[in-house]
């Protein structure tokens, strides 16, 4: 295991050891205060990715680039509005190959480049329907929130174990086709282990949080940094920071207006993965691009 991993398992068990001193209440909003920080942070810096992403048109303007990407943000919150379960079903789609695609990059290699998606999504959306599943009738009131829709409470666990059987398939033929598979597969089936745990003691947002900054946000900042920079050191955190901090507070402002309109802790838990969604879409696009160019 990387060094960083083993950081992350033990901040992880931390957390949970932190979850049985913490009220509710104070949980929810340490969890929000890591997802606006480096959560938020991770994803502020896609502009400045984009710039140093080769392209066909590699005239391609900064306000052009600027624009695409406030339509994707804004076409995102208008299916929200419009077609909300599109929206969301897209939302968790995406953001299931998202996490998979950080934790399997560098270690599934591939020519099929849609069989490796297929993967790296199955994988994310385990992570997802574990937390759905252990935080089931919280997660099915913020769909209603979203939606309008009710959503059976077994529905989760059939998408969960149909997810798992499919992964353990897959996962089977790779073992014996992919001489490096068989080096990392048992890594990644101890840390859902250890995600399972976390999820199934901690509450909805504070499990969340622990797992997005710990194991997604900040492994990705230190890859948007390498990308960058070349290279991870104190300096180039801060280039890094200060290139990312205008879209940061920006999207801190956003969140804050949400928070002002809608103080109803239900109706801002929707807005607020709404929110997330809207943003989520293009910065995916800029990571996918972001691995394809290293």
Known sequence: MSKYSNFAIVTSFFGLWINSYLP????????????????????????????????KDNTLHFYKVLMYYIIIVLAGAVLFYIIP???????????????????????????NQFVKIVFQMLYGLIILFLIFSFHVKEVQIIITAITSLVIPIPFFFLVLKIL????????????????????????????LIIFTVLFK????????ALYFIFWHSIPSI?????????????????????????????????????????????????????????????????????????
């Open 85 to 111: 379960w599109l929206a969301l079903t897209l939302f968790v789609l995406v953001s299931g190959y998202h996490f998979g695609e950080q934790q399997w990059n560098k270690h599934l290699k591939l020519e």
């Open 222 to 294: 230190i890859d948007q940094i390498k990308f960058l920079f070349g290279e991870v050191s104190l300096e180039n955190l801060k280039l890094y920071f200060r290139s990312a901090f205008v879209y940061w507070i920006v999207s801190l402002a956003g969140i804050a207006l949400l928070y002002f309109i809608f103080k109803d802790q239900k109706i801002f838990n929707a807005l607020f993965f709404s929110f997330l969604a809207s943003i989520t879409f293009p910065h995916v696009i800029v990571i996918l691009k972001m691995f394809g160019k290293k």
């Open 164 to 191: 798992l059987i499919s992964f353990f398939l897959l996962s089977s033929v790779f073992y014996f086709k992919i001489a490096t598979f068989k080096n990392y597969i048992f890594k990644e089936l101890f840390y």
């Open 201 to 208: 003691v901690s509450s909805l947002i504070w499990g969340f």
């Open 24 to 55: 509710d209440n104070v949980q929810v909003w340490v969890g929000y205060i890591l997802i606006f920080t480096f959560g938020i942070l991770h994803g502020a810096n896609d502009l400045e990715l984009i710039k140093n992403v080769k392209t």
